[in-house]
């Protein structure tokens, strides 16, 4: 895979964080836009490999000029967000490659639709496999084991070890980690976090949880 471009355009505020949150994640520069602003950031002179469209409060003139500028410009792939009562009355571009989110589903949902979308054959979806030292974390089998023996990990300690493990050298806060592990509707506190790393150290064992770095002020990372 090699570095993108992508345009967003939404009405709303409500994706900004999540779509900071992809361009970090699968190298994407994402530029993000109005429907006043969309004039503006298609005369820049950048050339975007992926239009991404949050339709809600979106108006007909809106999407047309959308519509037009991707089938101008050599049929620019389009990923649509709306929410799930509006899906019946979705209008979905059928001269360009297009896919669509619903809005509320999870981080790892719009990696997924992105990724096809960018690459498509070659989607940013991790090796099943990934070693570090002693240890392996099987992603097909949610299994790890250490020295060939398994780790006996719940569901929660195994989701956490494996993304930061597949998303290493980067910090993440406890609240991004919440989001992305627990999911958006999680309602507990951060201190779940720091309880959950501290089982996971204690598991893995010491040349592991010497990967598991505490950033003061920020939140865990893992390095390599």
């Given at each position: 895979m090699h570095h993108k471009n992508a345009l967003y355009i939404g009405q709303t505020q409500r994706n900004r964080e999540t779509m900071a949150e992809l361009g970090n994640s699968l190298d994407v520069s994402i530029l993000l836009?109005?429907?006043?602003?969309?004039?503006?950031?298609?005369?820049?002179?950048?050339?975007?490999?992926?239009?991404?469209?949050?339709?809600?409060?979106?108006?007909?003139?809106?999407?047309?000029?959308?519509?037009?500028y991707v089938i101008d410009n050599g049929m620019i792939p389009v990923l649509l967000i709306a929410n799930a009562g509006s899906l019946k009355s979705l209008r979905i571009p059928v001269q360009v490659k297009t896919d669509f989110v619903v809005s509320g589903a999870t981080f790892e949902e719009y990696e997924v639709r992105v990724s096809q979308l960018?690459?498509?054959?070659?989607?940013?979806?991790?090796?099943?496999?990934?070693?570090?030292?002693?240890?392996?974390?099987?992603?097909?089998?949610?299994?790890?084991?250490?020295?060939?023996?398994?780790?006996?990990?719940?569901?929660?300690?195994?989701?956490l070890l494996s993304f930061l493990a597949t998303h290493p050298s980067r910090a993440y806060s406890r609240d991004t980690l919440l989001h992305r592990v627990w999911g958006f509707e999680y309602c507990g506190?951060?201190?779940?976090?720091?309880?959950?790393?501290?089982?996971?150290?204690?598991?893995?064992?010491?040349?592991?949880?010497?990967?598991?770095?505490?950033?003061?002020?920020?939140?865990?990372?893992?390095?390599?």
């Open positions: 836009a109005g429907p006043d602003t969309f004039n503006q950031a298609i005369s820049m002179g950048r050339d975007f490999d992926l239009v991404i469209v949050d339709v809600e409060g979106m108006d007909d003139s809106a999407l047309e000029a959308i519509d037009a960018l690459w498509p054959g070659e989607e940013s979806v991790p090796a099943d496999i990934v070693a570090i030292d002693n240890m392996t974390i099987n992603l097909a089998t949610y299994q790890v084991t250490i020295d060939e023996k398994p780790v006996d990990l719940t569901l929660m300690e195994y989701s506190g951060t201190r779940t976090v720091d309880v959950h790393i501290r089982r996971v150290r204690s598991k893995v064992g010491p040349q592991i949880a010497s990967h598991i770095m505490t950033v003061r002020g920020v939140g865990y990372l893992f390095k390599l």
